[in-house]
């Protein structure tokens, strides 16, 4: 009997570990996954992408969003190596391209194209055979969730804008199309014809 309580209590602790640091398996997409503590290492979502990231505590190691972009950075203990944030005398500058502005970059009206999400519906009549033979599921859902790349997501956002909205970028602080078009893959003077 006590054998059999033991190699039970392995089962479960190898079904609780799988793939990963409590991933694929047990503990998968939910709570220690995608989802609360998610992709990579308490990852995407919550406590997110990366080491504690992308989200609440976020992209790099404790960065974008709260904690945030770089080590500790951009957006309330921010961008750089614990920059702009809290515990300064001084409010510190905002950092737009590389380089820092007085711009109050919280309250800044950034282009409406800069909001997109990175997953879009493909319907069951949008799709390729490949994409048809790749999500089988297409036939009860009637289409797809696909998931874009990074500048395939700024591509499709950008071709939506209007005009207007796409010449906003040359009024951010610090405008620079080089980086912008290394961030985004978007050349925006060129297709802007400026």
């Known amino acids: 009997m006590e054998m059999e309580k033991t190699t039970a209590e392995a089962r479960v602790k190898a079904v609780n570990r799988n793939s990963g640091d409590m991933n694929s398996g047990y503990r998968n997409s939910g709570d220690l996954n995608s989802g609360d503590l998610n992709s990579g290492d308490m990852n995407s979502g919550y406590r997110n ?3 504690l ?3 609440d505590l976020n992209s790099g190691n404790l960065n974008s969003g709260n904690r945030n972009s770089g080590n500790r950075n951009s957006g309330d203990l921010n961008s750089g190596n614990r920059n702009s944030g809290y515990l300064c005398t001084e409010t510190p500058p905002y950092v737009v391209f590389d380089r820092p502005t007085e711009t109050n970059m919280l309250i800044y009206k950034w282009p409406h194209f800069f909001f997109f999400d990175l997953y879009v519906f493909v319907e069951e009549g949008e799709m390729s055979e490949s994409e048809k033979d790749d999500n089988p599921s297409y036939k009860t859902t009637g289409g797809y969730l696909k998931t ?3 500048k395939e ?3 499709m956002s950008w ?3 209007d005009i207007e909205d796409k010449k906003k970028v040359l009024d951010i602080p610090n405008w620079d199309n080089r980086k912008f078009l290394e961030i985004t893959g978007i050349d925006a003077e060129r297709e ?3």
Do not use: P
């Open 49 to 51: 992408s990366g080491s």
């Open 53 to 55: 990231n992308s989200g």
């Open 148 to 150: 874009l790349d990074y």
């Open 153 to 155: 997501a700024w591509r």
């Open 159 to 161: 071709s939506k804008a």
């Open 192 to 194: 802007l014809a400026i």
